[in-house]
């Protein structure tokens, strides 16, 4: 019987993002390193064919001048991204802690909130015609009112985010870190100045502090 071929030896290859991993840049990966042997994706056909670079070839262009010269300057740039997103937070908080400083919250006696809440809740209704929502506001238990109560105070008896900070753009981690921030300090003077509505003002309170944490 004739002796089977040895199987070659698996060469072991790194991928893009394996790379970066190890901190190459896409601009040293472009600048320093050959270009590399395409593959199709195992796990998508229609994806675009995946780079490889033996480690062989990687290893020894990672002892070349060049590729220290390009690292070090690539942790430099790492380091001031850094540090310019580590003053923009504080910037941010900084702004968070003057707006807040300027919330007043307006206080009406309890029956005048109620009706003034369920008749802003029953606008709302009649005006988003929607089958799976109830028509009727003036059913609502104690739990769904006090939650009621306190979005109205937030909305209509504070300098709320219409006045305070609309300007910002909540879609950004930033922004949103301000527009939570001032959320929960609202959320604290409707407290004291209602408080009846306090354990409810302290359950969105943290729940808007969640937000503003897992945001960052």
Known sequence: ?????????????????????????????????????????????????????????????????????????????????????????????????DLSDKITIKVIPAPDLRSRTLAAKQAWYDSHDYYDFPREAYGADDATMARWMVNYIRHNLTEDDRTLYNHLNIRTCKGWLIYTTIKEATLHKIADAYPYLADECMRQAQGASYDAISRR
């Open 1 to 97: 019987m004739s002796k089977s071929k040895d199987p070659q030896p698996r060469v072991p290859k790194l991928t893009q993002a394996g790379l970066k991993e190890l901190g190459w840049t896409k601009t040293m990966i472009e600048t320093l390193l050959p270009e590399p042997e395409l593959k199709d994706n195992p796990h998508y056909k229609c994806a675009a064919p995946m780079k490889l670079w033996t480690v062989e070839v990687v290893e020894a262009v990672m002892e070349t001048p060049e590729y220290a010269s390009a690292a070090a300057l690539a942790a430099k740039r790492k380091a001031a991204a850094k540090k310019a997103d580590e003053t923009k937070t504080a910037n941010a908080i900084a702004l968070a802690g």
